[in-house]
């Protein structure tokens, strides 16, 4: 006990803690419109078949539902999502605070004043990441994505197994983005809003085959991200309920901006 007193022992067993939890991150993030997804499993993917080869007479060189095999179950911890997909006016915040790049789709420095409440679009990753990293967050990992949005069920669309147009922002029927949250009866199992449609998603991930997954994607490696959700308009020519399915992985390069693409961002606690 040389050098130290009684009241000197305890003051330092008080402080010990205090300096522990002083280098440790909260257990919830400091914005309130982030919904959190309890752990556990559930099942990402799906084992459906496009047996009339729909995809081919529509265009498109890839089956669908091939890169979404098997349907099989992922273990995840608590994490936390935004509520909404990220607005004109939130992502503003970010390009005055930090005097980043605007996205071009923008004149004289600011967006339409009738689209505050819209999801920014013409962000590409890089864009998305830096977003979420000054909010002290980052982008969802594509699991992370897909249990927010079809639940433990393995629902093929966030409110449920049935398509609806009157849930869902999709097949051109506005002509371009909505206010974020316009589709509430379309929340998904933990009230996340436009989960299906409005603008996609980028997501964390490199497009990587599940596994066990047997189609040859000459896609697959790290060269293009994950964006999932589906958006306001289609794909090329075509729009269709199938794009807006939970489980519908869709690819872009980091590089890429588009009208229909933006993001929202997840943090957790590790």
């Avoid at 605070?97 to 600011?110: F, I, S």
């Avoid at 339409?112 to 909010?135: I, L, Q, R, S």
């Avoid at 069920?153 to 449920?160: A, I």
């Avoid at 939970?246 to 229909?260: C, G, I």
Wanted: net charge neutral; aromatic share 14%.
């Amino acid at each position: 006990m040389t050098g130290f007193s009684r009241g000197s022992l305890k003051l330092l067993f008080f402080l010990i803690p205090l300096a522990v939890l002083a280098g440790c991150k909260p257990s919830a993030p400091k914005d309130k419109n982030m919904v959190l997804i309890p752990r556990g499993e559930f099942i990402i993917g799906s084992d459906e078949v496009d047996a009339e080869a729909k995809a081919l007479q529509y265009g498109s060189k890839k089956p669908w539902f091939s890169n979404e095999r098997p349907a099989h179950k992922v273990s995840l911890d608590d994490y936390y999502m935004d509520k909404t997909e990220v607005t004109n006016r939130g992502y503003k915040e970010f390009t005055d605070a930090t005097k980043y790049k605007l996205p071009p789709n923008w004149e004289n420095g600011t967006y339409p004043v009738t689209m505050d409440e819209h999801p920014v679009t013409h962000v590409d990753w890089n864009d998305a990441a830096a977003f979420c990293k000054w909010k002290d967050k980052r982008l969802p990992t594509e699991a992370e994505w897909e249990k927010a949005a079809r639940g433990t069920d393995g629902r093929r669309f966030p409110w449920g197994n049935e398509f609806d147009i009157k849930k869902v922002n999709t097949l051109g029927e506005y002509n371009g983005t909505t206010p974020i949250g316009s589709f509430p009866d379309g929340k998904s199992p933990y009230g996340l809003l436009d989960m299906a449609g409005n603008a996609w998603e980028w997501t964390a991930d490199w497009y990587m085959p599940y596994p066990n997954n047997t189609f040859d994607d000459p896609d697959y490696g790290q060269v293009n991200k994950v964006i999932r959700g589906g958006a306001w308009g289609g794909i090329g020519h075509y729009s269709m309920p199938i794009f807006v399915r939970t489980s519908f992985r869709v690819v872009a390069k980091p590089t890429e901006l588009y009208n229909d693409l933006g993001f929202r961002c997840a943090w957790s606690s590790k």
